[in-house]
């Protein structure tokens, strides 16, 4: 299931570029191993593995190994700090359900309807949907991961450090403010075309 991915941890462009340039240099290393030198234990390396693999940078498991887009992004952005890249990061969180249903749900179905929304009514939203595609139990009204889960959609698009740069929602007091009908870069189709954009 493509929905709890990420556990309590966010996405953070710093931290993904910092475990993917130590586990490329240290192929043999597990995730304790690879942890380690952030201060974390393997929870924290297995949960931004994850993310990697679902913006689309790597494949899942160990070794870590570079999907071909991902070759790209990393030979011209390492540190994941360009706005192609963070681009190129909701592109890949966004367009595949499989991979990660939250932030597809998100972007093509939830935003389309709402030109402005608190987290509330997002919560709900996810509620509905999730309790019905998998089950009350995990996602009805008492389930203890959906605020997490709207955390971390919220905060992926509004955070710095995540993907909140590119402006698809802006939080205005306790509203958000739906932006995502700008102009916007990629989706790229093509390891050419991804390359051409930096």
Same mark, same amino acid.
């Given at each position: 299931?493509?929905?709890?991915?990420?556990?309590?941890?966010?996405?953070?462009?710093? !931290?993904?570029?910092?475990?993917?340039?130590?586990?490329?240099?240290?192929? =043999?290393?597990?995730?304790?191993?690879?942890?380690?030198?952030?201060?974390?234990?393997? %929870?924290?390396?297995? !949960?931004? !593995?994850?993310?990697?693999?679902?913006?689309?940078?790597?494949?899942?498991?160990?070794?870590?190994?570079?999907?071909?887009?991902?070759?790209?992004?990393? +030979?011209?952005?390492?540190?994941?700090?360009?706005?192609?890249?963070?681009?190129?990061?909701?592109?890949?969180?966004?367009?595949?359900?499989?991979?990660?249903? =939250? /932030?597809?749900?998100?972007?093509?179905?939830?935003?389309?309807?709402?030109?402005?929304? =608190?987290?509330?009514?997002?919560?709900?939203?996810?509620?509905?949907?999730?309790? +019905?595609?998998?089950?009350?139990?995990? $996602?009805?009204?008492?389930?203890?991961?959906?605020?997490?889960?709207? !955390?971390?959609?919220?905060?992926?698009? =509004?955070?710095?450090?995540?993907?909140?740069?590119?402006?698809?929602? $802006? %939080?205005?007091?306790? $509203?958000?403010? &739906?932006?995502?009908?700008?102009?916007? &870069?990629? %989706? /790229?189709?093509?390891?050419?075309?991804?390359?051409?954009?930096?």
């Amino acid at each position: 299931m493509a929905v709890y991915f990420h556990g309590n941890f966010g996405l953070n462009r710093e !931290r993904l570029a910092g475990l993917l340039q130590y586990a490329l240099e240290n192929p =043999t290393l597990k995730d304790k191993e690879l942890a380690k030198p952030f201060g974390f234990g393997a %929870p924290y390396a297995q !949960r931004y !593995r994850n993310w990697l693999h679902r913006v689309g940078i790597t494949e899942l498991g160990l070794p870590l190994l570079l999907t071909p887009m991902g070759k790209v992004v990393v +030979e011209n952005d390492p540190d994941l700090k360009t706005l192609t890249t963070q681009w190129y990061i909701h592109w890949e969180l966004t367009t595949d359900p499989e991979r990660a249903e =939250t /932030w597809h749900f998100f972007y093509h179905t939830f935003l389309p309807n709402h030109d402005t929304f =608190t987290r509330d009514d997002l919560q709900i939203a996810l509620m509905d949907y999730l309790s +019905e595609e998998h089950s009350q139990q995990h $996602f009805g009204p008492k389930s203890t991961m959906l605020p997490g889960i709207t !955390r971390a959609i919220l905060d992926c698009y =509004t955070d710095q450090k995540a993907i909140g740069e590119l402006n698809i929602i $802006f %939080p205005q007091g306790p $509203f958000y403010k &739906n932006q995502s009908k700008q102009l916007a &870069n990629g %989706p /790229w189709t093509s390891e050419a075309k991804l390359k051409d954009a930096f």
